[in-house]
């Protein structure tokens, strides 16, 4: 016992201690590199304004506008209001986007991948006005050709009973005639 504890003798040499201690700095400075090289969030850019074609024909409700950086979707919105997206409200939805994501937004519709682009698109983020920010979008003339007229059509009753009671059952026999795409 006297050999391994001992003057001269410890269980630890100073030499194992160094390199112990160098081994977790060298540990800690890494996991602190890794860290810091990850992209850090940015500011939070959002966007509102008028929607429409060239021409002027406003994006029919329910069209989805798509904002996108470096190929990754940062927000959507359906549109609810024919020609609008988003409001400078408060509470108003508006896209939103992280700064820190990339240098420029595009804007497209319908698909985030190949969707119509807005022709103001790419907008540099660094001419953003880091608040909600009024940015009206124009996309090429026939972009909402097949969403804007909704189905119509006409209906007949003939050989109707007069009157219905509730719990009655009505059997309703029609055609579908398609007149134009």
Do not use: H
């Not at 024909?57 to 904002?67: D, H, K, L, S, Y």
């Not at 986007?97 to 907008?123: C, H, I, W």
């Amino acid at each position: 016992m006297s050999k391994i504890l001992g003057p001269g003798s410890t269980l630890w040499n100073n030499k194992q201690v160094i390199l112990v201690v160098l081994s977790l700095l060298c540990g800690v400075g890494l996991s602190a590199g890794l860290v810091s090289s990850q992209s850090q969030p940015g500011e939070p850019q959002s966007f509102f304004g008028t929607i429409e074609e060239e021409d002027g024909t406003p994006a029919p409700q329910g069209v989805e506008v798509f904002a996108i950086i470096n190929g990754s979707v940062e927000d959507s919105l359906n549109i609810s209001s024919a020609g609008q997206y988003g409001g400078e409200g408060t509470f108003d939805d508006r896209l939103t986007v992280n700064t820190g994501a990339g240098d420029q937004v595009e804007f497209r519709v319908f698909d985030p991948n190949s969707g119509a682009l807005a022709l103001e698109s790419p907008f540099p983020l660094a001419d953003a006005e880091n608040e909600p920010q009024e940015l009206n979008l124009t996309f090429p003339n026939g972009t909402f050709n097949d969403t804007q007229a909704p189905a119509s059509f006409q209906t007949s009753i003939t050989n109707a009973t007069a009157d219905l009671t509730e719990g009655e059952e009505l059997v309703v026999e029609y055609e579908i005639e398609i007149l134009a795409m």
